[in-house]
T-cell receptor
Framework: DTGVSQDPRHKITKRGQNVTFRCDPI?????LYWYRQTLGQGPEFLTY????????KSRLLSDRFSAERPKGSFSTLEIQRTEQGDSAMYLC???????????FGPGTRLTVT | EDQVTQSPEALRLQEGESSSLNCSYT??????LFWYRQDPGKGPEFLFT???AGEEKEKERLKATLTKKESFLHITAPKPEDSATYLC???????????FGSGTQLTVLP
């Protein structure tokens, strides 16, 4: 399978704990995006990378959120001190630079109790 | 700020009953309008990209069209397996990420 993959698919955590998600993009894609989706809404942009450089961050991305893409391949999204409002589906997408078409992974469903 | 509004929020059709979903948008410098299909608990699946007014794309029972203010996703003779949420998104020159609408939840009854 050469699509975008995400791990884990589901995560249940207690409020105040830290969580980390991983995304592996399509291998030749050099742009990687993170989105958050809550029930009944479309995905909302969080941040994106071109290769290893983080080029844009949404104001939705509070100080508790950090994303990395250390070698320009896979990316991690960490949420520190989770809150119940962080419960959502976290989606990763990738694209080729210069192409607006983004391909999404299956998502990580986070539940904060 | 880019804005995307989809209507209706939900649509129930009988199998074979054709209909259209609407996506209206406000952007500065449209670089592309996208339609995605999303099944429950899964990530969005890419369907179409439209780049300029007047453009049309087709795939099986789906046809997407674009004007300067809106896009339509026409569904001809739908089947129950077409049941899903259909998302519309725009990519503009002022933003380098997709801005999504809230989606239309389509249910096709056998």
């Amino acid at each position: 399978d050469t699509g975008v993959s995400q791990d884990p698919r589901h995560k249940i955590t207690k409020r105040g704990q830290n969580v980390t998600f991983r995304c592996d993009p399509i291998s030749e894609h050099n742009r990687l995006y993170w989105y958050r989706q809550t029930l009944g809404q479309g995905p909302e942009f969080l941040t994106y990378f071109q290769n290893e450089a983080q080029l844009e961050k949404s104001r939705l991305l509070s100080d508790r959120f950090s994303a990395e893409r250390p070698k320009g391949s896979f990316s991690t999204l960490e949420i520190q001190r989770t809150e119940q409002g962080d419960s959502a589906m976290y989606l990763c997408a990738s694209s080729l630079a210069g192409s607006p078409e983004q391909y999404f992974g299956p998502g990580t469903r986070l539940t904060v109790t | 700020e880019d804005q995307v509004t989809q209507s209706p929020e939900a649509l129930r059709l009988q199998e074979g009953e054709s209909s259209s979903l609407n996506c209206s948008y406000t952007v500065s410098g449209l670089r592309g309008l996208f339609w995605y299909r999303q099944d429950p608990g899964k990530g969005p699946e890419f369907l179409f990209t439209l780049y300029s007014a007047g453009e049309e794309k087709e795939k099986e029972r789906l046809k997407a069209t674009l004007t300067k203010k809106e896009s339509f996703l026409h569904i001809t003779a739908p089947k129950p397996e077409d049941s899903a949420t259909y998302l519309c998104a725009v990519f503009s020159g002022s933003a380098r990420q997709l801005t999504f609408g809230s989606g239309t939840q389509l249910t096709v009854l056998p």
